[in-house]
């Protein structure tokens, strides 16, 4: 929507580019500013208010009353109870600075692995695309994907599918629930694998019950895993206290807590 917006009009481009205390955004958030219309946001409030006005003031070509970043103080200044001190910069767009924008605007993305196109699978793709996750979906069956996945996604066809494990990104976060509880195994087991070789998969997420995991513990002990590996598998998946079995329950549970696997930034009034 940014990219197809400056080809129309000039923007406003405002960064969060320093924080101090507690604040509503992280350093990188953006919004763009046009004469009618915002892409983004910066955390809302007065603060947004505030850089509206100085982007719209800018874009009509009022002078710029600072070289570098605006320095807002959110309690004193603004009257928002976080506290904190937000430097916002401001950048003046126009279509040439379209090429090359998007990337330099996108969150750093953290690859995930779902392996698995049932009801949950699709819930979970839907869920996790705008998220900051680069999405690989997995399947060994033919014809699972829908015609249009969601924005992003890589859908990726593997027989067997456990051959998929060791092509997996650096870093990958893995979901498991794919049509058969012995390829989720032979998935388990791949990761486990591949964990003694390069201890490189931060989150591994098998769907399933309490009993469940029992039995695929059992089993993989006897393929010559450690207690201590073992627990690298989390099962059931999603953060507890969510009731529901729907699919979009189970996704929104699963994607709050692979988003609390890479949580880095302190919260506000941390």
């Known amino acids: 929507m940014l990219l197809d917006g400056l080809e129309a009009a000039p923007a406003c481009l405002v960064t969060v580019e320093s924080t101090q205390g507690s604040v509503p955004r992280e350093p990188g958030a953006w919004m ?20 509206i006005a100085e982007a719209r003031r800018r874009l009509a070509g009022g002078p ?20 904190g ?5 401001f950048e003046l767009l126009t279509a040439q600075d379209a090429p090359g924008l998007a990337q330099r605007l996108t969150a750093k993305l953290h690859p995930v692995a779902l392996f698995g196109g049932g009801h949950v699978g699709h819930a979970l793709a ?35 599918v456990q051959l998929a494990v ?20 032979d998935v388990v087991a791949a990761c486990l694998r591949r964990q003694r070789e390069q201890g490189d998969l931060p989150f591994i997420g098998l769907i399933g019950s309490q009993t469940k ?12 895993f450690a207690p201590e590996e073992l627990a690298q598998v989390t099962c059931p998946i999603g953060i507890p206290g969510i009731g529901g ?25 941390e």
Request: net charge negative; glycine share 10%; hydrophobic share 45%.
């Open 213 to 224: 995991w029992a039995t695929f513990s059992n089993r993989l002990h006897g393929r010559g």
């Open 64 to 83: 710029v009353t600072a070289l570098g970043p605006m320095r807002f103080a959110l309690g004193p200044a603004l009257g928002q109870c976080c506290g």
């Open 245 to 269: 079995k729907e699919p979009e329950v189970i996704a929104v549970a699963v994607a709050a807590q692979l988003l609390q696997t890479v949580q880095t930034t302190p919260k506000a009034g």
């Open 32 to 51: 763009a500013v046009f004469a009618d219309q915002l892409v983004g946001t910066i955390g809302g409030g007065h603060l947004e208010l505030q850089a």
């Open 126 to 160: 839907r869920v996790l695309a705008p998220l900051p996750f680069a999405l690989t979906w997995i399947d060994s069956r033919d014809g699972i994907f829908p015609p249009d996945p969601p924005e992003g996604v890589v859908c990726e066809h593997s027989e067997p």
């Open 85 to 89: 001190v937000v430097h916002l910069g």
């Open 166 to 185: 060791p092509r997996l990104a650096p870093g990958s976060r893995v979901l498991i629930m794919s049509f058969s509880h012995a390829e989720d195994l």
